[in-house]
């Protein structure tokens, strides 16, 4: 495949101004689907569920099976919708989707259209140096998810060159909310940095109402990223790109920053940009084609015959707008006071997309400054190294756990370390692992002054040195105590019992 040429970031702002929309998909984490009784997957008691174990008859699509709607699903959906500052429609109605694909096995999906439950809209979305961009909603709406196909042979996974595929109907039926953006302009340089920042913010939002565990990795919140470009003074429109599911904060940036930079060298060269979707490759940080982006019409959409219109009553709305948590703008705000973090400090937090685990960690006993420096330092460090995100490796209850057997003296941070190892690798709880390991700090003196002694024995002009001052000298002591007591002495109470013996 040839490689596109594209433009310098900046020097595309100058002749071109872009503007975006996003459809970011929710799973939502019911216990059961949207239209039958299979267990959800996206809930997280059945993830990881062997393929086509968690089906019904209305997921595959089979004669005579009939939707019948989540309620719990419906409730999520509207306080999402209230969440988004969207009006609840009085009456909404599910439509037919029409398109065939191995992964519907009904050839149609139930979604809504132009009846969607939640419209009008608008989310205050904070950017790293505490500017406030507000993105318009245009709607919210209710449908199922498609099944997911595995293509087997050729050496990138998709479609193309693929000997055969196989498909696993578990995610098909899964309850969704597409949110659907607005066109968003004033964008302009901080575009990649509004695209993040967005999708970030709607992923606290459903986290915060409980709804979705919106892990990007794991396909709970996806990103449709809509890029196009007009030239400066052009009031319309260009063409856009779709680029479909982007799985990280990070790659939705980079995928926006890319489609910008590939698309204003096409048009500067007189080309023309066609409207289709895009595939984002994390590896080279570039899109490639995928298919013509199709317009409503080729769907065929009408109105499913065999669910009833959606009609909530204005008690439960104002229910649940009054059971509604407070914003994430606002919430941050309050975090920072409350842990006393500097902007420099809080900011990492956030940036590093670790609020919810330093919260939690916090609520499960550990002071703000050691949840923060288990999450961004020794956490994301080996979740880095890993590919992984930090919350797939340990629990923020676990986390506290460990930092309590640092306060009370149980552990060094080093040995801490050794403890978050075990954790990370399944070995179980803390304090089992400090069991089995035997990795406590030895706290008992006599245990301590022996290995001191014997390190004394071999370094014996040490004494006089720390008699006449040399304090410093205590320093090889200390190391040889600690080597002999493999890391499990505390340092501070072997340089206390160095100086005591030394008179000093």
């Known amino acids: 495949m040839a490689k596109d040429k594209i433009m310098d970031f900046d020097e595309a702002l100058e002749l071109f101004e872009p503007v975006l929309g996003f459809e970011v998909h929710v799973e939502l984490n019911t216990k059961t689907k949207m239209f039958s009784a299979a267990a959800n997957p996206a809930h997280d008691d059945n993830h990881g569920a062997a393929p086509n174990t968690l089906i019904a008859p209305v997921d595959l699509g089979l004669p005579g099976s009939l939707p019948v709607v989540n309620e719990t699903a419906i409730r999520s959906s509207i306080s999402l919708g209230l969440a988004l500052g969207c009006s609840i429609a009085p009456s909404s109605r599910f439509a037919r989707k029409n398109y065939f694909y191995p992964d519907l096995g009904k050839n149609y999906q139930i979604s809504q259209y132009d009846e969607p439950i939640a419209f009008e809209g608008r989310v205050e979305v904070e950017l790293e140096d505490g500017t406030i961009v507000e993105v318009p909603i245009e709607r919210a709406h209710m449908e199922e998810d498609a099944g997911k196909l595995t293509h087997v042979g050729g050496s990138t996974g998709r479609i193309q060159g693929a000997e055969y595929s196989l498909v696993d109907y578990n995610r098909a039926g899964v309850p969704l909310v597409e949110i659907v953006t607005k066109p968003i302009y004033g964008a302009e340089h901080r575009a990649p940095e509004v695209a993040k920042a967005y999708v970030s913010t709607i992923r606290d939002i459903v986290r915060a109402l409980g709804i979705s565990e919106a892990r990007m990795e ?283 013996r030394a008179g000093h």
């Open 218 to 500: 794991r396909g709970n919140l996806r990103c449709d990223a809509n890029v196009s470009l007009r030239p400066r003074g052009q009031a319309a429109l260009g063409t856009r790109t779709e680029t479909k599911n982007v799985n990280s904060m990070r790659s939705v940036e980079r995928a926006v920053r890319y489609e910008i930079q590939r698309q204003a060298a096409i048009l500067a060269a007189g080309g023309t940009i066609t409207q289709e979707t895009r595939h984002w490759h994390e590896d080279t940080g570039t899109t490639s084609p995928g298919r013509p982006k199709s317009d409503a019409d080729d769907y065929r959409y009408f109105p499913e015959p065999d669910l009833l219109p959606v009609v909530p009553s204005a008690e439960l709305v104002e229910q649940l707008r009054a059971a509604l948590p407070e914003p994430p703008a606002a919430r941050r705000r309050r975090l920072k006071a409350d842990w006393g973090f500097s902007d420099i400090d809080f900011q990492g937090v956030v940036n590093a997309g670790l609020l919810v685990e330093v919260e939690e960690t916090v609520a499960a006993g550990a002071t703000p400054a050691a949840a923060r420096k288990w999450w961004t330092g020794e956490l994301a460090r080996i979740a880095n190294a890993e590919g992984k995100e930090p919350a797939e490796l340990v629990s923020p209850r676990d986390v506290a756990e460990l930092q309590k057997l640092v306060d009370a003296g149980t552990l060094t941070d080093k040995l801490a370390r050794q403890v978050l190892e075990g954790m990370i690798a399944g070995e179980g709880t803390p304090q089992e692992i400090v069991d089995a390991r035997g990795l406590a700090v030895v706290s008992d003196d006599g245990a301590l002054i022996a290995a001191i002694d014997e390190a004394l024995a071999s370094q014996p002009d040490v004494l006089e040195k720390i008699r006449d001052g040399k304090v410093q000298a205590a320093g090889a002591v200390i190391g040889a105590v600690m080597k002999a007591m493999r890391g499990q002495a505390d340092a501070a109470r072997v340089r206390e019992l160095v100086l005591e």
